[in-house]
DNA sequence: CGGCCCATTGAGCCAGTTCAAAAAGGGTGG
DNA sequence: CCACCCTTTTTGAACTGGCTCAATGGGCCG
């Protein structure tokens, strides 16, 4: 529950006690080991959750195989806000990484969010974010080089983990396959491999197992044109 | 404003009363030609923006001149509902053709949909829809092919005006040229002709200048594995 | 009729793919 | 601590979908 207190607490004046009623809901804390299922598409779901620790990934299967992770879901993260309105899925989520989640009853949430207007506000901020980092996402695979997708895909993780765990950090422990890069940047994994050594070999970071180490974050910002500043635009106003 | 009421009352059971106030609040209506800007990215935007006549598009630029349209803004669609909460808009909004927008100070429009469950149980069910339609756009431009690509941004337009005008129809007016099909799907404009031109010689559309006409509307489905159940999901529920 | 913009077509090229193999981890059991 | 197996990552080599550059063809407007 820190991290998304840290998330939304990073842009919205919004206090401790205000998360009292969230956390106090009923709920019910869920392991999911990497790779199962957590939402399939189709399912109607009736629960809002919250990534307590792991990461899930939001994606879509194609009939030959091929897969899309839209995004992925990090400590902190939300979803479905967007079902509250009961709708089917339309995509699946399932657990990266062994995941913890903390799963409410959407009726519930909603309840809450709606006595609370400061609540309500900074989940709408949530959804906005949700909302521009999928417009982000189609930037990249829609007009970037590889070289400038892995890059700004790894500026982009690095920058919202440092805001859910609250600390700045040029080490990104990155605790999924180079698969999961690949399908989210819509390129091979030989390619991915490719394009993370030659980020290597220009110096914009060092690899080791499981880990990447930024080096020189801004000439790396510079390269794949990425602004991070929507990721923490300016406080809330109410 | 028929457009958006078509649009919702096909998913959700709202009658026109309930669209009364909305229609009554005060609101301008503007014109802008095709090329125009509306929202221009770092803005902050204190209205709601109904989409009346024509096409927008909300896109970014890269420093070096490439272009991706984020998504096509189609009549009855609105904007930006993620920025009640006065956040700054990231991505810019420019006119496609001319357009005519009704232009509603966000904080009315967020005042009557707070006194009316029912419109804000709506209006959540359109922002659901434009972010499902954003993640079909990153399935899209991250793993299908050119001819997927263009045959699914056909059947998705279609089928979203056809939603909106009420009425389905197999002859799609096309009113942008062949470049903004290719900046929305991250291809060459060239590409996207030749790519049309193969959907015309396998028989799945015949073109006219301006317009496209779908012939073979479920083998095109197939083809691109075009799903449209999450254009009409179920109706609501209250 | 001429000019301009957009769309199409042709030809060669290149970023990223596929196929294949080798190398590096990372358990697990002896 | 080593030997084995399995998965992931890296590297090599050849291929190709889509790109770029360039020329041609249509439509429309003055």
Redesign the pocket.
């Known amino acids: 529950m820190d991290m998304i207190i840290n998330r939304i607490a990073h842009y919205a004046e919004i206090g401790i006690p205000q998360f009292q009623e969230l956390l106090s809901l009923p709920h019910r804390i869920e392991t999911r080991e990497a790779g199962q299922d957590i939402v399939n598409a189709g399912e109607t779901v009736d629960y809002v959750f919250i990534v307590e620790t792991g990461w899930a990934i939001r994606y879509q299967l194609l009939d030959d195989g091929r897969r899309q992770i839209v995004n992925f879901m990090l400590p902190g993260d939300c979803f479905d806000l967007m079902s509250l309105t009961k709708a089917k899925s339309d995509h699946s989520v399932s657990a990266a990484t062994q995941v913890m989640l903390r799963r409410i009853k959407s009726d519930d949430f909603l309840k809450t969010i709606k006595t609370d207007p400061k609540l309500a506000t900074a989940f709408w901020w949530v959804a906005i974010q949700e909302e521009t980092i999928l417009r982000e996402q189609i930037v990249r695979n829609g007009r970037m080089?590889?070289?400038e997708r892995v890059a700004s895909l790894i500026l982009e993780l690095s920058r919202r983990l440092s805001i859910s765990t609250g600390e700045q950090d040029n080490s990104l422990h990155l605790p999924v396959?180079?698969?999961h890069l690949a399908d989210a940047l819509?390129?091979?994994?030989?390619?991915v491999?490719?394009t993370?050594?030659w980020l290597k070999r220009e110096g914009f970071i060092a690899?080791d197992?499981?880990m990447i180490h930024i080096l020189r974050r801004n000439d790396m910002a510079v390269m794949a044109e990425f602004d991070d500043r929507h990721l923490h635009i300016n406080k809330l106003k109410y």
Chains 1, 2 share one sequence.
Not at 186 to 191: K, M
Request: proline share 11%; aromatic share 0%; net charge positive.
């Open positions: 080089s590889a070289k396959p180079r698969t819509g390129l091979s994994v030989v390619h491999s490719r993370l050594a690899i197992p499981g």
